[in-house]
């Protein structure tokens, strides 16, 4: 089964709009890690955000936030106020404490900020 | 400045003629990885290593060596290049366990091609 699911291949925004991009995770530990990345044409890989299983509170940077829902295994990133420069791929991942601190990254989800 | 450098960033080579990408990083960090990135397919991690002398099997090791006798230092080699092996591969780093100050580094990507 798969760990990360990623099921918005494409998505588009209009600029100065918040998006939501989906992630869910499958996971038995009870200790376990999200984060998001962000990799812009260019390549390199521009870590975003993270979320611990046992963080109470969703986790926020900026214009980027974590819409946590343990029960649900979900871990969405909402970006608020999109701009030009959002436009690129992004990839949800997980790492448990108990598996040797594997990663585990989506497939991801390209993201086109429109004027 | 802290980074994860890789060489070569480009290759083209041969199926059959062995070759190394190297990956160092200057941040003291124990836990080391590589992965690749497909079109489609997300970041799929190959090997890892907790700390000098310690790798683990990834998703996807097959065709794949790694060693870890330094702790900056994890090269890849693939001892038998094939074509299903071109890809773009990021080596990455971090300290061990889970928390917002464990990100992974990555470095700037080596795409490979073989022919």
């Known amino acids: 089964a798969q760990k990360i699911t990623q099921t918005q291949p494409g998505m588009f925004v209009q600029e100065k709009e918040a998006v939501t991009l989906d992630c869910t995770y499958d996971?038995?530990?009870?200790?376990?890690?999200l984060f998001w990345y962000k990799q812009p044409s260019s390549g390199e890989m521009i870590f975003l955000i993270y979320q611990g299983s046992y963080d109470e509170q969703n986790a926020t940077e900026g214009r980027y936030s974590l819409n946590f829902q343990k029960a649900r295994k979900s871990a969405n990133l909402v970006i608020s106020a999109s701009q030009l420069g959002d436009s690129a791929m992004y990839f949800c991942a997980m790492r448990e404490a108990n598996t040797g601190n594997q990663f585990y990254f989506g497939t991801g989800t390209s993201l086109t900020v429109i004027p | 400045e802290a980074q994860v450098t890789q060489n070569p960033r480009y290759l083209i080579t041969v199926t059959g003629k062995k070759l190394t990408v190297t990956c160092s990083q200057n941040?003291?960090?124990?836990?080391m990885s590589w992965y690749r990135q497909d079109p489609g397919l997300g970041l799929r991690q190959i090997y890892y290593s907790m700390n000098v002398e310690v790798t683990d099997k990834g998703d996807v090791p097959e065709g794949y060596k790694v060693s870890r006798k330094e702790k900056r230092n994890f090269p890849l080699i693939l001892e038998s290049p094939s074509p299903n092996q071109t890809s773009l591969y990021f080596c990455a780093s971090s300290l061990p366990g889970l928390s917002s100050y464990n990100e992974q580094f990555f470095g700037p990507g080596t795409r490979l091609t073989v022919l």
């Open positions: 941040m003291n960090h124990e836990y």
């Open positions: 996971t038995s530990d009870q200790s376990y890690g």
